[in-house]
RNA sequence: UGGGGAUUCGUCUAAUGGCAGGACAACGGACUCUGACUCCGUAUGUGGAGGUUCGAAUCCUCCAUCCCCAGCCA
């Protein structure tokens, strides 16, 4: 795996372009300190490895601090399963945040005081109207809301009331605390916006039962980033509306710093969707098995699936970071773990179609071992031994009784080359009473190991496993999750799942494997030559029959030629 | 005229008044004991209309299209 500083070498984008002036300017005292704010309410997926690679990133290369904070505002849907996943995956991502690990939690004594501080000064109040009439006070999109009714309340009154909030005097969704702003500002977010409310009968998962009134997200985000020195505060394009709000709170209590928050747009990828809400929905009805199903588009899926950290950081370079809404091609993430991957992963060989192949001339009790390179341009990574004999197994793919000249592989009558082992000669093509392939029936040319026939050319390689030396196990074949490449464009009336792709997975039970694959290890990936690259499933390791995921196909020109149609 | 944001090859992204460049994808070829890798080559773009300027993707005006906002979610 290539190193994080060698594979991040970042071309600038306009967040790095603020800083360097921020830097020049001497803004922050010439500091940097960014974070990664998540909430604990599900697994990160690949959009937050933009955002982590940004953050961490820009600390890195500034020279500055990046810290890892939990927004846990919302104890309802926050758990501890998230919490810890996530922090195993910005670890697993290469990034280290030391001692600053926090939680917005943390912060909910300060929070509050600082709430009091509001409200003294007359720029928060507790108001009493209930859910539905908040939202008809509030006006729409063209016309301005209305004050609520408690919006003058007199200073003692919302200090005590908010007290008792908190001391647990009411219940649930009886009263909130509220900014008081602005009910006719056109952004709607600044109509006295909600900053407390009540949360009865939950177990935070930070705070336990200390707490029933818990800060909402606009409020506790600046103060967040504002204690912890934070100086530039990275989030997406859908909080740009939410700045004005952020500086307001900044601007209106007592504290000694002001984060710059800057917004970039979240990413997108063709053939998958990249929401947590939508995620959640595919693991808790079922569609997939889970958070770290190797079809999600998840840090944990994806790891599982074979994608390397490198690859995700490579992926996350390429993409840039703008403030345009786009839908990165998934050819481009494809390209990403290929390149990692032919580097680094082994070579070994698997039969995936398996058809039984007899070499007739060659003896029923012999077999011999013959070496072959782990890789064909890294001698460093040594050879092994393949194990030949009289019996092995091809893939079905590999032969056709008649075919053009375009189709380099075995046919009747003509010769092949087994890859590291000699070459071949189809003599005869058995079947069954169907009419199925189910044998064929070769010679060798014993002089064609290591080195060309004479006389002739020999223009197709095939890989084959020794019948009865080959392993047999399992392999999962992935393929898109959804069959729109935008996935979360849905019909009228429609639901994102019905753009599921019923083919996603394809499971083989029948596959051979080389006798080297017996001593694979977890989270190393292999090149199944001519086939793609495969690893270890992490879940099933360790089990019999072995169980191997295709991370990704190797690139197939002789799909598309034979889609193209003979030329 | 609610408010906020965006628009450059098919896709992602540079250029910050001075030669529109890169990556991915595509196409063609070379090489090959992986139809992989690698190498060489080709084509493709400033949303539209005006204006300022010696010179505009960049500045101004108007237009079009797309995205976000009416949670006691983040």
Redesign the pocket.
Known sequence: MSDLNQSDNT????IR?IIDKDLEQGKHDGRVHTRF???P?GYLHIGHAKSIVLNFGIARDYQGLCNLRF????P??ENMEFVESIQQDVRWLGYDWQDRLFY?SDYFQQLYDFAVELINAGKAYV?????E???AY??????P?QESPYRSRSVEENLDLFARMKAGDFA?????LRARIDMA?????M?D??L????HGVIHHQTGEAWCI?????Y??PVSDALEGITHSLC?????????LYDWVLDNITIPSHPQQI?F?RL?I?YTVLSK?KLTQLVDEGFVEGWDDPRMPTIAGMKRRGYSAASIREFCR????????????I??L??CI??DL??NAP?RMAVMHPLKLVIENYPEDQQEMLE?AN???DESMGVRQIPFSREIIIDQA?FREQ?NK????LVTGGEV???????IKCEEVVKNNQGDIVELRCSYDPE?????PEGRK??????WVSAKHGVKGEVRLYDRLFKQANADKVEEGGRFTDNLNPDSLRTLTECYFEPALADAEVEQAY?????GYFILDSVEAGRQPMVFNRVIT????????EK?GA?
């Open positions: 071309p600038t984008n306009f372009q704010p998540p909430e309410n927004d846990d505002t919302n309802h849907k917005a108001c009493d109207l209930d859910g009439q908040m939202r509030r006006g729409t999109l063209k016309e809301g649930d969704g009886e009263r909130v500002s056109p952004n709607m977010n109509r916006p909600t407390y409310r009540i949360r818990y800060p909402m997200y606009d506790t985000h997406t394009l859908e909080f740009e509306d939410h700045r004005p917004e747009s997108n063709e809400r390429r993409i840039g970071i703008t403030k345009s809404d786009g839908l990165v091609e050819g481009m494809e390209t290929r390149e032919d580097a070579r072959a890789h064909p341009k590999d075919a375009k189709f380099k592989r080359r087994l890859r590291n082992a000699y070459v064609t190991l290591g080195k060309n020999v223009r197709g390689v095939i890989h090149q199944f030559e001519r086939e190797l690139r197939d020109s002789w799909a598309k030629i193209g030329k």
